[in-house]
């Protein structure tokens, strides 16, 4: 038998550090970030699934952005000494256990009980950042008393109150959250057809329409939707003060958001945070040279997951004139399409100095809860493990071009 054969038939028992993949049970049967998602779909009503894993209007970019990874091929050194290799890496002078990092959701409190808190629990027990989203379901008060000890980030949409804001970052910093991820790509609401279609409202409404989705799911209606205050922005709720519902703090979200935000307007935002500040959503090297004028410290090259203004490009495809105009200046990360571990591995080697996780750990979330991330994380550190090994280079902090090759085939979305 050969050692690919051997493989093959024993799932595989990985562990990093204190988080590990499964190695009984249904979980143990997900061996990819699509498995995870497929087991997400058989446990959500649609109109929640299709919140996650739909895009902007025809889905153009969301389907780019994966296509644009799979055209990227890699040169392998196949001798090599990679005997000392390690993903560990570190992102504004404090270690991170992988270069990737758990990227900022909002209304996970539909996928899974204490969505939130679950993924700074993992993300810290793991040694990676987590960003926490203005919108999330969970407070920065309970994030940072859950994981005290965790690499914790706060995610701002900029609201047109200027006290607001400041509020929200005077919070952050009190709770030790470390660093600003302001997003840019989101002042406007996107058209998203499969919301729109399925009915999908924030806080969730039954309808006529959406009924039978709903009752095709008894399980996720007795964990998740019977509850009170499921989805309710735990940030915002204690904005507002006293026991607002769900829908007196999503009508206060949407009614306070900048629906416009200039350069001006980051201003006073990169005066009050004095920890690391990133900008979230910058596709183009001609912004990130603007953002690193503003004084930012970082800028996630990001199309929101193709989930707002169909027609962008990849963000693969964005990187390298970003890394070209600024990579000497502001760490750059990248999100948007990575399924694997690969997938990180390519975005390391055109320079992003990390990147953010987003539906593969949603639906993990949704498909097992905390074992579910613990699950996807694991297998995530071990995939780039194995791809920085058989690509033969020693250092993935000094990865580059030169172990990529390029399909100049179009693009199939
Ligand atoms: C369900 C869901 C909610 C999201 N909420 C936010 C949010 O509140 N703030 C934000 O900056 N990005 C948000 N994003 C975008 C992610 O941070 C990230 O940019 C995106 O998921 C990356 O694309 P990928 O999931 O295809 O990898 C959300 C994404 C999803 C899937």
């Given at each position: 038998?050969?050692?690919?054969?051997?493989?093959?038939?024993?799932?595989?028992?990985?562990?990093?550090?204190?988080?590990?993949?499964?190695?009984?049970?249904?979980?143990?049967?997900?061996?990819?970030?699509?498995?995870?998602?497929?087991?997400?779909?058989?446990?959500?009503?649609?109109?929640?699934?299709?919140?996650?894993?739909?895009?902007?209007?025809?889905?153009?970019?969301?389907?780019?952005?994966?296509?644009?990874?799979?055209?990227?091929?890699?040169?392998?050194?196949?001798?090599?000494?990679?005997?000392?290799?390690?993903?560990?890496?570190?992102?504004?002078?404090?270690?991170?256990?992988?270069?990737?990092?758990?990227?900022?959701?909002?209304?996970?409190?539909?996928?899974?009980?204490?969505?939130?808190?679950?993924?700074?629990?993992?993300?810290?027990?793991?040694?990676?950042?987590?960003?926490?989203?203005?919108?999330?379901?969970?407070?920065?008060?309970?994030?940072?008393?859950?994981?005290?000890?965790?690499?914790?980030?706060?995610?701002?949409?900029?609201?047109?109150?200027?006290?607001?804001?400041?509020?929200?970052?005077?919070?952050?910093?009190?709770?030790?959250?470390?660093?600003?991820?302001?997003?840019?790509?989101?002042?406007?609401?996107?058209?998203?057809?499969?919301?729109?279609?399925?009915?999908?409202?924030?806080?969730?409404?039954?309808?006529?329409?959406?009924?039978?989705?709903?009752?095709?799911?008894?399980?996720?209606?007795?964990?998740?939707?019977?509850?009170?205050?499921?989805g309710l922005m735990g940030n915002l709720a204690a904005e507002i003060g006293g026991t607002?519902?769900?829908?007196?703090?999503?009508?206060?979200?949407?009614?306070?958001?900048?629906?416009?935000?200039?350069?001006?307007?980051?201003?006073?935002?990169?005066?009050?945070?004095?920890?690391?500040?990133?900008?979230?959503?910058?596709?183009?090297?001609?912004?990130?040279?603007?953002?690193?004028?503003?004084?930012?410290?970082?800028?996630?090259?990001?199309?929101?997951?193709?989930?707002?203004?169909?027609?962008?490009?990849?963000?693969?495809?964005?990187?390298?004139?970003?890394?070209?105009a600024v990579g000497d200046r502001l760490t750059v990360f990248l999100d948007s399409g990575?399924?694997?571990?690969?997938?990180?591995?390519?975005?390391?080697?055109?320079?992003?100095?990390?990147?953010?996780?987003?539906?593969?750990?949603?639906?993990?979330?949704?498909?097992?809860?905390?074992?579910?991330?613990?699950?996807?994380?694991?297998?995530?550190?071990?995939?780039?493990?194995?791809v920085h090994g058989l690509l033969g280079c020693p250092r993935l902090d000094r990865i580059?071009?030169?172990?990529?090759?390029?399909?100049?085939?179009?693009?199939?979305?």
């Open positions: 038998m050969t050692d690919s054969t051997a493989a093959s038939i024993s799932p595989p028992d990985i562990r990093w550090g204190d988080v590990r993949m499964a190695t009984s049970g249904r979980l143990a049967r997900a061996l990819t970030a699509e498995d995870l998602r497929l087991m997400a779909r058989r446990r959500l009503p649609r109109p929640i699934f299709d919140y996650v894993d739909g895009g902007g209007e025809n889905e153009f970019t969301l389907g780019r952005n994966s296509a644009a990874f799979d055209r990227i091929g890699f040169r392998p050194r196949t001798v090599a000494d990679i005997a000392g290799r390690s993903q560990s890496t570190a992102y504004f002078g404090r270690a991170s256990a992988a270069p990737f990092a758990i990227g900022p959701m909002g209304g996970l409190g539909l996928l899974c009980p204490d969505a939130d808190i679950v993924l700074a629990r993992v993300a810290a027990r793991a040694g990676i950042p987590f960003v926490l989203a203005t919108g999330a379901s969970a407070s920065i008060e309970r994030v940072a008393e859950a994981a005290p000890d965790g690499r914790r980030w706060f995610q701002l949409y900029v609201f047109s109150d200027a006290d607001l804001n400041r509020r929200l970052l005077q919070r952050a910093a009190s709770a030790g959250f470390e660093a600003l991820v302001v997003t840019t790509d989101t002042q406007i609401a996107p058209k998203r057809l499969r919301d729109l279609r399925n009915g999908f409202a924030m806080p969730m409404r039954l309808t006529p329409r959406n009924i039978v989705d709903f009752a095709a799911r008894p399980g996720w209606l007795w964990r998740i939707g019977r509850k009170s205050g499921t607002p519902t769900a829908a007196e703090t999503f009508d206060f979200f949407r009614a306070g958001r900048s629906r416009s935000v200039g350069w001006e307007d980051l201003k006073p935002i990169r005066d009050v945070w004095r920890g690391p500040m990133l900008l979230k959503g910058i596709v183009t090297a001609e912004e990130a040279v603007l953002a690193a004028e503003l004084g930012v410290d970082g800028i996630v090259v990001s199309n929101h997951g193709g989930r707002n203004l169909d027609g962008t490009m990849a963000t693969i495809e964005a990187l390298p004139q970003v890394v070209a990575i399924r694997r571990g690969s997938d990180v591995v390519k975005a390391l080697a055109l320079g992003a100095k990390g990147t953010l996780i987003g539906r593969p750990i949603a639906f993990a979330l949704a498909a097992a809860g905390e074992a579910g991330v613990e699950h996807v994380l694991a297998m995530l550190h071990d995939e780039v493990d194995r580059d071009p030169s172990f990529l090759w390029r399909d100049d085939r179009p693009a199939r979305p």
